[in-house]
């Protein structure tokens, strides 16, 4: 089960990044999906979420910044960074919860969770 993030770099404070999380071939479906951020020396947060019905949550930190959004049919979810800050910097990654697949024996299985492998934003000052 695969997710593949896309779209970091460097970048100046006040610029804008757009990262893109797709999924491998064998993904038939995604319940939840979203992106969360590890910065160096800090734990892993929830940068922001969104539904297949399309209901999304954001952290305060980048509420009014980022915007997450995605496409039921390619299975891909979006995040559109504006306005970053050097405290923006960290590595992001995907995530995927319900991920109906088609396992190696070609049946649909499904499992709890699926990442991505993460992209690197770095926002400096």
């Known amino acids: 089960v695969q997710l593949q993030a896309s779209g970091g770099g460097l970048v100046q404070a006040g610029g804008s990044l757009r990262l893109t999380c797709t999924a491998g071939r064998s993904i038939i479906s995604i319940d939840d999906m979203g992106w969360y951020r590890q910065a160096p020396g800090k734990e892993r947060e929830m940068v922001a979420t969104i539904t297949s019905g399309g209901y999304t949550s954001t952290a305060d930190s980048v509420k009014g910044r980022f915007t997450i959004s995605r496409d039921n049919a390619k299975n891909t979810v979006y995040l559109q960074m504006n306005s970053l800050k050097p405290e923006d910097t960290a590595v992001y990654h995907c995530?995927?919860?319900?991920?109906?697949?088609?396992?190696?024996?070609?049946?649909?299985?499904?499992?709890?969770?699926?990442w991505g492998q993460g992209t690197l934003v770095t926002v400096s000052s």
């Open positions: 995530n995927g919860e319900n991920v109906l697949y088609y396992n190696y024996d070609n049946r649909p299985v499904t499992a709890r969770y699926a």
